[in-house]
């Protein structure tokens, strides 16, 4: 290999030429757009539930008991269809992400962008404006396309197009919007739950970032990794030097041609995947997704009203408790954007391991202890669970959140990146609908012990993050072969000098990029 390419190899080198210009941060604002959909339907589905006008529209039995002068704390809320109108979305994002993957490689980040604001705005129509459950669940689905296009590409544009000492703080500008969206949820919900029909205007408001997205998109660039890869060299190195600012980017720019002259050699990603080399990427990338979700964050984010009204909070002061951890939500991955880059992804997922294990069984214990099936919470312990809740978010903001989401966009090489990706999105997706559909019926069954449930999931993440998580912090995308899976203790043993092989093959048909 070449000086060029050997100087990447040293997480603590030095970056390539450039800077971070207005421009990147103009395309990263408006590609994190994208999180702010998701985010946003995460945060206005609980509280959209929760709503009497919803209930009564689509729902009555669940109202009626919800109104039960002895209704059961625990199971008030338990009903399938109910949980339907939330988890559909995510069971058609499962799906849409494979097709997701495809666009991203034949027509570039950037128009798969575009596809995603245009799904989530025709489902936005359906779902707020529905007259029947059959069609808001359509528009679920729609959304659901929305989430499954933006998820698989809107990470993979932010790493592609950050500067490598910067990769982390700009990656999680996505999840950041994504917690930005969940805020902005609560608060329209918190509006809309005075007014009559409400609902319908909180399901509206989320074609307002879908907009911004699409109309958005139209003033950003491609990656010039996706140019690069799809055959159009030198409008990616001018790109290049755009988003770098200087004219001396050669260095980034051969490694960026490399690593897609050896992507060329796998015509068949999907199968490439199945090799044994590609094995640490995608166990990883499809466990952090499992984990992410069975902390038990989603059920919190999903139903947050929901549950603040199981512990005994008015159906106001529920939706005003749900603001205040979304506001936690939001500071709290602002922290993992400053740290991330400095302390590091592994230190970050540990120590938040500790934190959530802690204040969801403090919160488990309470229940027990407290809560009954009928009655409420004493307000003094009502207090301690929003406070363990918020100390619970928290850590999962600044740690698995967007780490879910950062780590498997830079760990996979590029010749099966989109298709490892969209590996991680449908993993994402398939757990989100479980936890979405079943979240309110294990409520229901297992009571208070499902806080004990996710504490349990907890221990096995931390365990895993402990063992088999290498750390990424500071080196090139491209370069992540060789510095992190072939020096890492455990994965090094799958790589047999395939990439070797490839890389000859390579050198003997561009011998100038060696």
Same mark, same amino acid.
Request: aromatic share 12%.
């Given at each position: 290999?070449? &000086?060029?390419?050997?100087?990447?190899?040293?997480?603590?080198?030095?970056?390539?030429?450039?800077?971070?210009?207005?421009?990147?941060?103009?395309?990263?604002?408006?590609?994190?757009?994208?999180?702010?959909?998701?985010?946003?339907?995460?945060?206005?589905?609980?509280?959209?539930?929760?709503?009497?006008?919803?209930?009564?529209?689509?729902?009555?039995?669940?109202?009626?008991?919800?109104?039960?002068?002895?209704?059961?704390?625990?199971?008030?809320?338990?009903?399938?269809?109910?949980?339907?109108?939330?988890?559909?979305?995510?069971?058609?994002?499962?799906?849409?992400?494979?097709?997701?993957?495809?666009? *991203?490689?034949?027509?570039? =980040?950037?128009?798969?962008?575009?596809?995603?604001?245009? %799904?989530?705005?025709?489902?936005?129509?359906?779902?707020?404006?529905?007259?029947?459950?059959?069609?808001?669940?359509?528009?679920?689905?729609?959304?659901?396309?929305?989430?499954?296009?933006?998820?698989?590409?809107? &990470?993979?544009?932010?790493?592609?197009?950050? &500067?490598? =000492?910067?990769?982390?703080?700009?990656?999680?500008?996505?999840?950041?919007? #994504?917690?930005?969206? /969940?805020?902005?949820?609560?608060?329209?919900?918190?509006?809309?739950?005075?007014?009559?029909?409400?609902?319908?205007?909180?399901?509206?408001?989320?074609?307002?970032?879908?907009?911004?997205?699409?109309?958005?998109?139209?003033?950003?660039?491609?990656?010039?990794?996706?140019?690069?890869?799809?055959?159009?060299?030198?409008?990616? =190195?001018?790109?290049?030097?755009?988003?770098?600012?200087?004219?001396?980017?050669?260095?980034?720019?051969?490694?960026?041609?490399?690593? *897609?002259?050896?992507? $060329?050699?796998?015509?068949?990603?999907?199968?490439?995947?199945?090799? $044994?080399?590609? =094995?640490?990427?995608?166990?990883?990338?499809?466990?952090?997704? /499992?984990?992410?979700?069975?902390?038990?964050?989603?059920?919190?984010? %999903?139903?947050?009203?929901?549950?603040?009204?199981?512990?005994?909070?008015?159906?106001?002061?529920?939706?005003?408790?749900?603001?205040?951890?979304?506001?936690?939500? #939001?500071?709290?991955?602002?922290?993992?954007?400053?740290?991330?880059?400095?302390?590091?992804?592994?230190?970050?997922?540990?120590?938040? *391991?500790?934190?959530?294990?802690?204040?969801?069984?403090?919160?488990?214990?309470?229940?027990?202890?407290?809560?009954?099936?009928?009655?409420?919470?004493?307000?003094?312990?009502?207090?301690?669970?929003?406070?363990?809740? *918020?100390?619970?978010?928290?850590?999962?903001?600044?740690?698995?959140?967007?780490?879910?989401?950062?780590?498997?966009?830079?760990?996979?090489?590029?010749?099966? $990146?989109?298709?490892?990706?969209?590996?991680? #999105?449908?993993?994402?997706?398939?757990?989100?609908?479980?936890?979405?559909?079943?979240?309110?019926?294990?409520?229901?069954?297992?009571?208070?012990?499902?806080?004990?449930?996710?504490?349990?999931?907890?221990?096995?993440?931390?365990?895993?993050? %402990?063992?088999?998580?290498?750390?990424?912090?500071?080196?090139?995308?491209?370069?992540?072969?060789?510095?992190?899976?072939?020096?890492?203790?455990?994965?090094?043993? %799958?790589?047999?000098?395939?990439?070797?092989?490839?890389?000859?093959?390579?050198?003997?048909?561009?011998?100038?990029?060696?």
């Amino acid at each position: 290999m070449a &000086p060029a390419m050997i100087i990447s190899n040293d997480p603590d080198s030095p970056d390539f030429d450039g800077k971070l210009t207005f421009f990147v941060m103009l395309c990263v604002v408006i590609a994190a757009c994208g999180g702010l959909m998701f985010g946003y339907d995460i945060g206005v589905s609980g509280g959209v539930t929760a709503m009497d006008d919803f209930l009564i529209k689509f729902f009555p039995e669940v109202y009626e008991r919800k109104k039960g002068a002895h209704e059961n704390n625990y199971c008030k809320y338990d009903n399938q269809s109910l949980q339907l109108f939330t988890s559909s979305l995510y069971l058609a994002a499962l799906v849409a992400s494979f097709v997701a993957s495809h666009s *991203c490689n034949r027509f570039g =980040r950037k128009p798969t962008m575009q596809l995603a604001s245009i %799904f989530f705005i025709v489902g936005v129509c359906l779902s707020a404006f529905g007259g029947n459950i059959e069609t808001v669940i359509v528009g679920r689905v729609l959304l659901g396309c929305g989430v499954g296009f933006a998820n698989q590409a809107v &990470p993979l544009f932010l790493s592609e197009i950050a &500067p490598v =000492r910067m990769r982390g703080a700009l990656n999680i500008s996505f999840q950041l919007f #994504v917690t930005i969206g /969940i805020l902005i949820a609560n608060l329209v919900n918190y509006a809309t739950g005075k007014v009559h029909n409400g609902y319908k205007i909180s399901l509206g408001v989320a074609g307002i970032p879908a907009l911004m997205l699409g109309l958005g998109s139209l003033l950003i660039v491609e990656t010039p990794t996706s140019l690069v890869e799809r055959g159009k060299i030198e409008e990616g =190195r001018q790109v290049l030097k755009k988003i770098r600012g200087v004219d001396n980017v050669d260095l980034e720019f051969d490694s960026i041609v490399h690593a *897609c002259e050896i992507a $060329r050699q796998v015509t068949q990603p999907y199968r490439k995947l199945m090799k $044994r080399s590609s =094995r640490p990427p995608l166990v990883i990338a499809i466990l952090l997704q /499992i984990f992410q979700q069975f902390t038990g964050i989603n059920a919190i984010m %999903f139903y947050a009203p929901v549950l603040f009204q199981t512990v005994g909070f008015g159906s106001n002061a529920s939706l005003l408790s749900a603001v205040v951890t979304g506001s936690v939500n #939001v500071l709290s991955t602002i922290v993992s954007i400053v740290v991330v880059d400095r302390a590091g992804r592994r230190i970050l997922l540990l120590e938040s *391991c500790v934190q959530m294990l802690i204040t969801q069984t403090i919160i488990g214990i309470i229940l027990i202890k407290e809560l009954k099936p009928t009655g409420q919470l004493p307000s003094s312990e009502a207090l301690v669970v929003v406070v363990m809740v *918020c100390i619970y978010v928290a850590g999962f903001a600044w740690s698995w959140g967007p780490l879910g989401w950062l780590i498997p966009s830079e760990t996979f090489p590029l010749e099966t $990146r989109t298709a490892g990706y969209s590996f991680a #999105v449908s993993s994402n997706m398939l757990c989100t609908f479980i936890i979405a559909q079943a979240f309110l019926s294990m409520l229901c069954k297992m009571q208070a012990g499902i806080f004990f449930f996710f504490a349990a999931w907890i221990i096995v993440m931390m365990l895993f993050a %402990f063992f088999f998580i290498p750390e990424t912090k500071g080196v090139p995308i491209d370069d992540i072969v060789e510095s992190v899976w072939k020096q890492h203790w455990f994965w090094k043993r %799958f790589f047999d000098g395939e990439e070797e092989k490839i890389e000859k093959k390579v050198e003997m048909i561009h011998p100038h990029l060696t």
